[in-house]
């Protein structure tokens, strides 16, 4: 059953921006923390952002200063604001619910950034 449902993803040239979003369903229960990982191409799957109930942040060294994770806890929503975009950038993007019990991924949304 899927649970996380992004969107936002595209095709964008150097230098522009994107902003995802991704809405967890009420049927997952007390989050304590949503965030952004992301799998290049022939890469694994790595960290990009994170953020609690509590408004605590964690970035990756590689997107400080470009990207900006928000949440509407009202709302079981994440946002992800991409700026500066680098083809380094390119990857699949996961979005990721945390609770005491388990973690839940989305299907997640493709980011394509050219040169």
């Known amino acids: 059953q899927v649970q996380l449902v992004e969107s936002g993803g595209g095709l964008v040239q150097a230098g522009g921006s994107l902003r995802l979003s991704c809405s967890a369903a009420?049927?997952?229960?007390?989050?304590?923390?949503m965030g952004w990982y992301r799998q290049p191409p022939g890469k694994q799957r790595e960290l990009v952002a994170t953020?609690?109930?509590?408004?605590?942040?964690n970035y990756a060294e590689s997107v400080k200063g470009r990207f900006t994770i928000s949440r509407d806890n009202a709302r079981n929503t994440v946002y992800l604001q991409m700026n500066s975009l680098k083809p380094d950038d390119t990857a699949v993007y996961y979005c990721?619910?945390?609770?005491?019990?388990?973690?839940?991924w989305g299907q997640g949304t493709q980011v394509t950034v050219s040169s």
């Open positions: 953020i609690t109930t509590g408004g605590s942040l």
């Open positions: 990721k619910a945390s609770n005491s019990f388990s973690a839940y």
């Open positions: 009420r049927s997952i229960f007390r989050i304590s923390a």
